[in-house]
């Protein structure tokens, strides 16, 4: 059964980009919103993952979980996705210094 899916990325390459638009329509810049099987989901998400070279990106899909949706993400990431007792939260690296000495993120 087809379901909404939400893709957004950072930096990948255009054919990349290209490549999305024919399953998923790009409400904004490398933001992509649409309603596709599971199959085809998961095979949009293995060319992404392939290709996505130095760039970023987070697919947000339907689950069978407490908040309703899962979450995966390919790429270098300031934020990484952690599960907390089955409840998914967003854990954000600390930036160092240096000197090796925490920093505040903005």
Same mark, same amino acid.
């Given at each position: 059964?087809?379901?909404?899916?939400?893709?957004?990325?950072?930096?990948?390459?255009? +054919?990349?980009?290209?490549? !999305?638009?024919?399953?998923l329509l790009?409400?904004?810049?490398?933001?992509?919103?649409?309603?596709?099987?599971?199959?085809?989901?998961?095979? !949009?998400?293995?060319?992404?993952?392939?290709?996505?070279?130095?760039?970023?990106?987070? !697919?947000?899909?339907?689950?069978?979980?407490? &908040?309703?949706?899962?979450?995966?993400?390919?790429?270098? +990431?300031?934020?990484?996705?952690?599960d907390f007792?089955g409840l998914?939260?967003?854990? &954000?690296?600390?930036?160092?210094?240096?000197?090796? &000495?925490?920093?505040?993120?903005?």
């Amino acid at each position: 059964m087809a379901s909404l899916t939400v893709l957004s990325m950072t930096a990948v390459p255009d +054919h990349l980009r290209g490549a !999305l638009t024919r399953w998923l329509l790009e409400v904004t810049p490398q933001l992509y919103v649409g309603t596709i099987s599971a199959r085809v989901r998961d095979e !949009l998400w293995s060319t992404v993952s392939n290709c996505i070279a130095d760039g970023v990106a987070v !697919l947000v899909c339907p689950a069978a979980n407490e &908040q309703g949706f899962a979450l995966r993400t390919a790429g270098a +990431h300031r934020r990484q996705p952690i599960d907390f007792d089955g409840l998914l939260l967003i854990a &954000q690296a600390r930036a160092t210094t240096p000197e090796g &000495q925490e920093v505040a993120n903005s």
